[in-house]
């Protein structure tokens, strides 16, 4: 049993960023793949980043070199920080925990 809540979505403009935050309630937190995802309205859920166990990182081509994902396996957490936010960036942006699922989800909105 798993439980992931995401926080830290709002609205920003187009430029600004934004640091979303996972909270897991799990075991062996530091054993899994976590990540995000995003899905904006009437398209698919796309992979956003994904942060493994041994810390290598893996990156949407069009977030890459402005989101970084992070986690801090004392606190059960995982963070994306997102820079140079632009409109296409609004979605609503779920933690994911690799292989069991996904959370609820958070909502970004990037506009002027």
């Known amino acids: 049993q798993v439980q992931l809540v995401e926080s830290g979505g709002g609205l920003v403009q187009p430029g600004g960023s934004l640091r979303l935050s996972c909270a897991a309630s799990?075991?062996?937190?530091?054993?899994?793949?976590m990540g995000w995802d995003r899905q904006a309205p009437g398209k698919q859920r796309e992979l956003v980043a994904r942060?493994?166990?041994?810390?290598?990182?893996h990156y949407a081509d069009s977030v890459k070199g402005r989101f970084t994902i992070s986690r801090d396996n004392a606190k059960n957490m995982v963070y994306l920080q997102m820079n140079s936010l632009k409109p296409e960036d609004t979605a609503v942006y779920y933690c994911?925990?690799?292989?069991?699922?996904w959370g609820q989800g958070t909502q970004v909105t990037v506009s002027s």
């Open positions: 994911y925990c690799g292989p069991i699922g």
């Open positions: 799990l075991s062996a937190f530091n054993s899994y793949t």
């Open positions: 942060l493994s166990p041994d810390f290598n990182t």
